[in-house]
T-cell receptor, first 115, second 112 residues
Framework: DTEVTQTPKHLVMGMTNKKSLKCEQH?????MYWYKQKAKKPPELMFV???????INESVPSRFSPECPNSSLLNLHLHALQPEDSALYLC??????????????FGEGSRLTVL | GDSVTQMEGPVTLSEEAFLTINCTYT??????LFWYVQYPGEGLQLLLK?????DKGSNKGFEATYRKETTSFHLEKGSVQVSDSAVYFC???????????FGKGTHLIIQP
């Protein structure tokens, strides 16, 4: 069983919808991440919240916006998405960001389909 | 160039065959190295890890040894099973806000 919980597991949305993906961890980790993964490709880093600071992959479009209400929750707000945004969105957490503390613990993912 | 390079599949083997998936890395410091596995329709799970040179990670019959001299972390298993069919990702952690650097993944197919 994963200790990183993502909801919903599946989401279908139209291009004009606004929705959110949610992620929660109770391991006391100080860093949380959003990754996007296309089929049979490696995960691509979108955002990192580490010690209350946000780091953004500059290639991520503004229709994706992260929110970190507290140290155990990380949301991803979705607005005006495109069909090419359809993918598996993975949340992960780590104890820290060093070589040893940077081991990632992944959730099961949220499968997003944009129509 | 890529900082984590692994052989790309698909790799197709028969049950009970010996498995090797090669992984090499580049690093400026002393990274930790990982193998993650992703079963169909699931997230990534840590399979094994090594945090310093000559460490051997092992789990579920899989092994990998951190070789600093060849900058490699090859994954091996002596006798694969159909249930090992999955995508395997080699990854490196050097520290910093970017998290892990992943290889492109190797799709492994085990036939009965």
């Amino acid at each position: 069983d994963t200790e990183v919980t993502q909801t919903p597991k599946h989401l279908v949305m139209g291009m004009t919808n606004k929705k959110s993906l949610k992620c929660e961890q109770h391991m006391g980790h100080r860093a949380m991440y959003w990754y996007k993964q296309k089929a049979k490709k490696p995960p691509e880093l979108m955002f990192v919240y580490s010690y209350e600071k946000l780091s953004i992959n500059e290639s991520v479009p503004s229709r994706f916006s992260p929110e970190c209400p507290n140290s155990s929750l990380l949301n991803l707000h979705l607005h005006a998405l495109q069909p090419e945004d359809s993918a598996l969105y993975l949340c992960a957490s780590s104890q820290g960001t060093g070589p040893i503390t940077g081991e990632l613990f992944f959730g099961e993912g949220s499968r997003l389909t944009v129509l | 160039g890529d900082s984590v390079t692994q052989m790309e599949g698909p790799v197709t083997l028969s049950e009970e065959a010996f498995l090797t998936i090669n992984c090499t890395y580049t690093a400026t410091g002393y990274p930790s190295l990982f193998w993650y596995v992703q079963y169909p329709g699931e997230g990534l799970q840590l399979l094994l890890k090594a945090t310093k040179a000559d460490d051997k990670g092992s789990n579920k019959g899989f092994e990998a040894t951190y070789r600093k001299e060849t900058t490699s972390f090859h994954l091996e298993k002596g006798s694969v099973q159909v249930s090992d069919s999955a995508v395997y990702f080699c990854a490196r952690a050097e520290g910093g806000a970017d998290g892990l650097t992943f290889g492109k993944g190797t799709h492994l197919i085990i036939q009965p």
